[in-house]
């Protein structure tokens, strides 16, 4: 491949694998069954992104292992209602069209866990989307390194990653204990991506060691935990025992295990964490937005429930973003007609961070997520609340947030 033997593509991309993986110190290519691409959004990549889209697309490349997109720069079916500006659309559409050349599967979502790139244990990956790395790494027990742009195109083009980091046993081990010590029945839904965020915060992107979470934990609450663990902190793999596949071997050795550091969070520590997460106290909202990661089905039931016979206040708007499958699912279920009663919307394929919210000129955006609370200031360029999806569903209503009725 590095030769050329099969063709330009292939040989640039393996020049780029392997200089990354002599950089890392690895000592051979390895088999990956699949990749995951951020090389998706306008937003973030740039022109130069667009153009590397297009030169492997030129060069006649093809994924050669099941590859799937992360979310587009905008809602590919609602971009015009939406006032995305012509040549921003443009240079996004290119993109599309260049990895449906490619053969990327155009599932536009950070949580193709869910949705059909549905990793083995043990198998090794190569995927980006620090939110997706660190749920295919703790939750499915697969390996892949958190992966950056490009490198991440070019092992699904050569269907191989360089063995180093997360691939290999001895650095997926846990070093850090937190204990969480708060009594697992009253772990709420909005406790957990406070949880991640904290955690993050104080173990970086070392490996910690979760106890105290409980064993009916949801995929959503793990999703949407570790997804704030991967933004507050650069944190790829955790362990639950009792719950992560590979904390089986922790269990074990678990009394006689010498941690490098142990961490408590307790219920002071939470509220704490929460406070942090958010740049204001209170005052008007005019942008509250759910689905960071991608709403799943479940997530869109619940609030539709929570909105239904409800209405948005006229000064704010409510985007939930998802998937088209999970939207489909909902149409069917008639869990949209009630979210669009509302005056909330839907919007698929894209996300509130990666489209270009700041186009718009919020103010204030209040979330459930974790990861939109810490990149929310910085590329919504708005104040940033977070609350549960009950304090926004409520604030939505209200068109303003009221601190003393949160429902932390
Ligand atoms: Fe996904 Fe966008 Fe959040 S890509 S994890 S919804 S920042």
């Known amino acids: 491949m590095l030769a050329g033997e099969r063709g330009e593509a292939v040989q640039l991309a393996m020049e780029i694998l392997t200089r990354v993986g002599d950089v890392y110190g690895a000592e051979k290519m390895i088999e990956i069954a699949s990749a995951h691409t951020v090389m998706t959004y306008y937003r973030i990549i740039m022109g130069a992104g667009v153009e590397i889209c297009e030169k492997f697309a030129e060069l006649g490349a093809r994924y050669c292992v099941p590859t799937t997109l992360d979310p587009a720069g905008m809602d590919l079916k609602q971009w015009r209602e939406l006032k995305i500006p012509e040549d921003y659309a443009e ?4 993109i599309v069209k260049a990895q449906e050349k490619l053969g990327g599967i155009p599932i536009w979502t950070c949580t193709p866990y869910l949705h059909g790139n549905i ?41 191989r990653a360089p063995k180093f980091g997360l691939h290999l046993d001895e650095n997926r081990q846990g070093k850090i204990l937190v204990r969480i010590n708060v009594k697992s029945k009253t772990l709420a839904d909005s406790d957990y991506p406070a949880i991640g965020y904290f955690v993050g915060k104080q173990v970086a992107d070392e490996i910690p060691v979760l106890t105290g979470v409980p064993r009916n934990v949801s995929t959503d609450q793990l999703k949407n935990m570790g997804a704030a663990m991967a933004a507050s902190g650069s944190v790829a793999l955790y362990h639950i025992p009792g719950v992560t596949p590979e904390a089986r071997n922790i269990d074990k050795n678990f009394q006689k295990r010498k941690w490098d550091e142990v961490l408590d969070l307790d219920l002071k520590e939470l509220k704490q964490t929460k406070e942090e997460m958010c740049t204001v106290n209170s005052g008007e909202v005019d942008f509250v937005t759910v689905g960071c990661p991608h709403y799943s089905i479940e997530e869109i039931r619940k609030l539709a429930t929570l909105l239904e016979g409800k209405k948005i206040h006229k000064r704010t708007k409510f985007w939930i973003y998802t998937t088209r499958h999970v939207e489909m699912l909902a149409k069917r279920a008639g869990y949209s007609s009630i979210i669009e009663a509302s005056g909330a919307q839907i919007l698929t394929e894209t996300c509130m961070l990666v489209s270009p919210t700041d186009i718009y000129g919020f103010k204030t955006l209040m979330t459930d997520s974790g990861k939109c609370a810490y990149y929310g200031p910085g590329l919504c360029k708005t104040e940033v609340l977070y609350g549960s999806i009950e304090d926004c569903v409520e604030t939505a209503i209200n068109g303003s947030y009221n601190k003393s009725k949160s429902q932390w």
């Open 91 to 94: 240079r996004q559409m290119r």
């Open 119 to 159: 990793p083995m244990p043990g198998q090794d990956l190569a995927w980006s989307e620090s939110s997706a790395v660190v749920f295919a790494n703790s939750v499915m027990g697969a390996r892949t390194n958190r992966l950056t742009a490009v490198v991440d195109m070019a092992a699904g083009i050569v269907g």
